[in-house]
């Protein structure tokens, strides 16, 4: 694999795990300000980044995150698992379905 395509495809696996995590917000009735309150973040704007793919959720608040996104941890935390690393994903639980 050449390194040049790596990244393009890291952003576009990035933006789509935004995608999902922006409807699971829509989902919980939450705007980014709520969930960010919630999260304890000082500004919401990290939420938008998440969202639009320019960042992802930090390991260390997948719990916390799922939890206000209503959803349960561990699955949350596998399901962005497929985005953030597609190759560990597969090791650990084979292609995703």
């Given at each position: 694999m050449q390194r040049g395509k790596?990244?393009?495809e890291a952003r576009q696996l990035r933006k789509q795990a935004?995608?999902?995590?922006?409807?699971r917000r829509a989902e919980a009735g939450l705007s980014q300000?709520?969930?960010a309150a919630?999260?304890?973040l000082k500004y919401y704007t990290f939420i938008s980044q998440v969202?639009?793919?320019f960042s992802r959720v930090p390991t260390e608040t997948m719990e916390a995150?799922?939890?206000q996104l209503g959803l349960e941890?561990?699955?949350f935390?596998?399901?962005l698992l497929v985005y953030y690393e597609p190759e560990l994903h597969r090791l650990l639980f084979g292609a995703p379905k």
């Open positions: 790596v990244l393009p935004g995608d999902w995590l922006k409807a300000v709520d969930l919630k999260l304890g969202e639009n793919g995150w799922a939890i941890p561990a699955a935390a596998k399901h």
